[in-house]
């Protein structure tokens, strides 16, 4: 597995992002509120990480829910996958969302999502009347190619 080092500021050592098991592919990362944050069922919130990072051109990071607090607690990241861009440089915030029934407590320093390091490109959009190419799927929309 290839390792790509990612400079990073954070407000103290436990805020570095961690990777749970060797093979994980996104690195743990926490809040860094002072008091729980109370988030009300169907309420959004944004939780600061406390971390800073220098992502190098041509990748970024994507901020992505933590599968545990999903499937237990309704838990999930409202803009998933969040892209953090490799020119931003400003705090991590994680927007939170609770589609339980039930009230949640993020509690400090608690894993709220994790961050994966992924390869980009940009497009370069050429304008044209009409595209060239057909598909058998066409211009067919949302659920176009059926339930099952």
């Known amino acids: 597995m ?5 400079p990073l500021q954070a407000e103290n050592n436990e805020l570095i992002p961690t990777y749970s098991t060797s093979g994980a592919s996104g690195a743990d ?3 860094n509120v002072i008091d729980p944050v109370v988030i009300e069922p169907g309420t959004v919130a944004i939780i ?5 990072v220098e992502i ?3 990748y970024e990071i994507q901020v992505r829910p ?3 607090l999903a499937a237990k607690n309704g838990i999930t990241v409202l803009n ?3 892209t953090i861009d490799a020119d931003y440089r400003g705090e991590i915030c994680v927007i939170l969302i609770n589609c339980s029934k039930v009230s949640f407590t993020v509690t400090p320093k608690m894993r709220i999502a994790q961050l994966v390091l ?3 490109c940009q497009a370069e959009f050429l304008l044209q009347e009409q595209l060239v190419s057909t598909t058998m799927r066409g211009s067919g929309g949302f ?3 059926g339930i099952n």
């Open 2 to 6: 290839q390792k790509i080092q990612i």
């Open 29 to 31: 990362v926490r809040a």
């Open 48 to 52: 600061p990480t406390g971390l800073r």
């Open 56 to 58: 190098p051109s041509g």
């Open 66 to 68: 933590r599968s545990g």
């Open 80 to 82: 998933t996958p969040g």
């Open 118 to 120: 992924a390869p980009v």
């Open 143 to 145: 659920g176009s190619t």
